[in-house]
């Protein structure tokens, strides 16, 4: 997963059937590395939870990496926000909740391999959240965090220089997403925020219902032009 920049459960949901710790040896592994753009405007930073995925419109052109999100029982708001802050090597103060979980923790975690935060952060407008790396790599692509960002430790170095303060962030759950691509329709489903927890549980996730807005997105993305749906074909694939 790190060698080709995606997370864990979008490795696992496109390799269903695949052991994701003891893969036998030759096993072919499809990667899922093509990606449309989520529908959130291209401007500084969209974070797409259902995805995984954080998109940075950078000026040199856009990047993607792959993200842990918070896990089930807690969240990470959704809307507009900013970077109003870095660090590098920035120290953890662990909340209430996180004391609770680990008594030991004491009240300032300072930078080093044993700092969740990993080598660096950008703090966001909403306090307590943070897009930061990760001494633990393993739950990138994977629903571990109480509400903030992880990045591959690889990854926020890349990231961190690039990224002004005062960049806008939105953060966005968005399952499916469709573009015309070179005069075809697109769509991208990816797991719910749910599905990921089952798959995390159970090594699979049942099919949920395709959400009724996609047919609307999908007709006013084709409106005015020759091209036709074959909605027989979005449901089933939207399921798949």
Excluded: M
Aim: glycine share 10%; charged share 20%; aromatic share 8%.
């Amino acid at each position: 997963a790190r060698t080709y920049g995606v997370g864990y459960t979008e490795l696992v949901a496109a390799n269903p059937g695949v052991d994701p710790w003891l893969p036998e040896p030759g096993t072919r592994l499809l990667i899922p590395d093509a990606h449309l753009y989520p529908d959130a405007g291209r401007e500084g930073i969209v974070i797409n939870l259902a995805e995984q995925r954080l998109y940075w419109f950078s000026p040199d052109g856009p990047r993607t990496y792959p993200i842990g999100v918070a896990r089930d029982g807690w969240s990470t708001p959704l809307g507009s926000t900013t970077v109003v802050r870095k660090q590098e090597a920035p120290s953890w103060f662990p909340p209430e909740s996180a004391r609770a979980d680990d008594p030991a923790l004491g009240s300032e975690v300072p930078p080093g391999p044993d700092n969740p935060l990993g080598t660096h952060a950008l703090y966001l407008g909403w306090p307590s959240y943070l897009i930061h790396g990760t001494n633990q790599p393993f739950g990138v692509g994977r629903r571990v965090s109480r509400g903030c960002v992880r990045l591959y430790p690889e990854d926020i170095v890349r990231l961190f220089p690039e990224v002004p303060v005062g960049t806008p962030v939105r953060v966005i759950d968005e399952s499916e997403k469709i573009a015309i691509v070179r005069g075809e329709v697109v769509l991208e489903a990816a797991p719910t925020l749910a599905q990921t927890t089952q798959l995390e549980e159970t090594g699979h996730f049942d099919p949920e219902p395709v959400p009724p807005t996609l047919h609307a997105r999908l007709k006013a993305l084709v409106r005015g032009t020759p091209l036709h749906i074959d909605w027989e074909r979005v449901d089933s694939v939207a399921t798949r």
